[in-house]
């Protein structure tokens, strides 16, 4: 009887643990961090603290790598990835304001990234049945960097989406940080180089990146509704 008393707590205890750490748990855990994050982001306008100069007092690299480590917080807290690179601009000029961009762009990208695969992958793969879900599933599968590469050179692909994306389905973690770096170079470079010459808007270098940027996003804007009349036109 007394073995039989205490294995009822085990019991107990056993099926709670398996019911927190079930895959449809710990997707509402990833929704509620997401939701809880971009209510931060409303209520609080965390990219401000980026921009107001509070970062300079620190100076040198220390300044960069702190601008980094936040900035890769407020992309996954959906924070525009646009007004964290001028303002990378603004803070550090051109060089390292890139250098802080990119690093902040990986290690945001590394954390949905690492969220979505741990709190998502499991619940959501099953849920794959659609055709166009699984040609996205297998194209990310199969052609992980490639197809992360074109997502970031592409300015139409949200930034948190293709995280999210990329972490259902089977790509590894190497192609997906390599491809995320490599691929965010240009437009991150745009950004970071307009708000380093905003102070001087006749520049030839701020009117390239605003060019640059304005071609960009006109051409994905252009794919886009081709795309849409595509699939309509199916």
Known sequence: MPDTAA????????????????????????????????????????????SDGGLRQLGGAAAVMVFAVAYGLCTTAFVPRPLLNLAAGALFGSQAGLAAAL???VLGA?????????LGQ?????????????????????????SMLAARLFPGVPFAAANYCAAVSRMGW??????TGLGSIPNTAAYV??????????SPAFLVAMGFIAVTGLAGAVVAWCKRHHMRGR
């Open 122 to 146: 499991d619940a959501l793969r099953p849920l794959l049945r659609g055709r166009w879900l699984k040609a996205a599933d297998g194209q990310l599968s199969r052609h992980g960097f490639r």
């Open 174 to 179: 190497l192609p997906f940080l390599l491809a």
């Open 7 to 50: 294995a009822r707590p085990r019991g107990f205890a056993v099926r709670c643990t398996k019911a927190l750490l079930s895959p449809w748990s710990r997707l509402s855990l990833l929704l509620m961090l997401l939701a809880a994050a971009g209510t931060c982001v409303l209520l609080f306008e965390p990219q401000r603290l980026l």
């Open 103 to 105: 690093a902040g762009t």
């Open 110 to 118: 590394g954390t949905a990234f690492g969220l979505g695969r741990m």
């Open 193 to 202: 180089v307009a708000g380093a010459r905003a102070s001087t808007p006749t």
